[in-house]
């Protein structure tokens, strides 16, 4: 079974500040999405005055909670660390400098996008506007060993802009095959092959030997 990842980037539609892989996936995620009737200044100018009433789509939210557990309830690796070398309150601030703090080059909160199967295949970038957790287990020492986290994230203004997507979404993962390169890729998922540097920067790579036959990379929407 694949984890929950979270990315954060420094912009909304790249640079990527770092990755969260939960430990233990949500039970429930909520996604909120609506629509709004469109103002007359928005309506086409030669509208039919009986016509129904225009709407637009605005931008989805994600109410979703999940733990962090070092008790030993659970037998399994926090954001892909070992139990024994872990601290919770560290991987809590990890997770807030991967969704929370605000970047020192943009003075903006980060843009995050999420990663699990299908579930967010729909929600473009977007950006955590309530992120709260609870200690609820602890060491004899005071030391934390369980975590609720409650975070809520709202759809950027990429979801307006997804016309200009021409690529495929957040959460396609290609692997990569024998003698594949970043222009290939760039060729393959965008026909182009002048956006290979910006699928290098999106997943970190320094040079063209990080691509490993079987490794995954993550396809950025790239805007043309």
Same mark, same amino acid.
Do not use: C, H, W
């Given at each position: 079974?694949?984890?929950?990842?979270?990315?954060?980037?420094k912009y909304d539609n790249g640079g990527r500040i770092g990755s969260f892989t939960l430990q233990i996936n949500p039970i429930n995620i909520k996604i909120t999405a609506g629509l709004e009737n469109l103002k007359d200044d928005d309506k086409d100018a030669s509208r039919n005055a009986r016509s129904k009433p225009s709407q637009k789509?605005?931008?989805q939210t994600i109410d979703m909670k999940f733990t962090i557990d070092k008790t030993g309830v659970v037998n399994k690796?926090?954001?892909?660390?070992? $139990?024994?070398?872990v @601290? =919770?309150?560290?991987?809590?601030n990890n997770l807030r400098n991967v969704c929370v703090h605000p970047n020192w080059h943009t003075h903006k909160n980060p843009f995050v996008a999420l990663q699990w199967g299908d579930t967010?295949?729909?929600?473009?970038?977007?950006?955590t506007t309530s992120f709260n957790y609870n200690y609820t287990f602890f060491a004899k020492d005071g030391s934390p060993l369980r975590a609720e986290v409650h975070m809520k994230i709202k759809e950027g203004e990429g979801w307006k802009l997804n016309r200009n997507f021409q690529s495929p979404d957040?959460?396609?993962?290609?692997?990569?095959?024998?003698?594949?390169? $970043?222009?290939?890729? @760039? =060729?393959d998922n965008y026909d182009d092959k002048n956006y290979y540097l910006r699928i290098a920067e999106y997943n970190n790579l320094v040079s063209i030997r990080d691509m490993k036959n079987g490794n995954k990379i993550i396809l950025p929407p790239l805007r043309k």
């Open positions: 079974m694949s984890d929950l990842i979270i990315y954060g980037f789509r605005q931008p690796q926090i954001n892909r660390k070992n $139990l024994s070398s @601290s =919770i309150a560290e991987e809590i967010f295949r729909n929600i473009f970038y977007g950006q957040i959460t396609k993962t290609p692997l990569i095959k024998d003698k594949d390169t $970043l222009v290939k890729v @760039s =060729i």
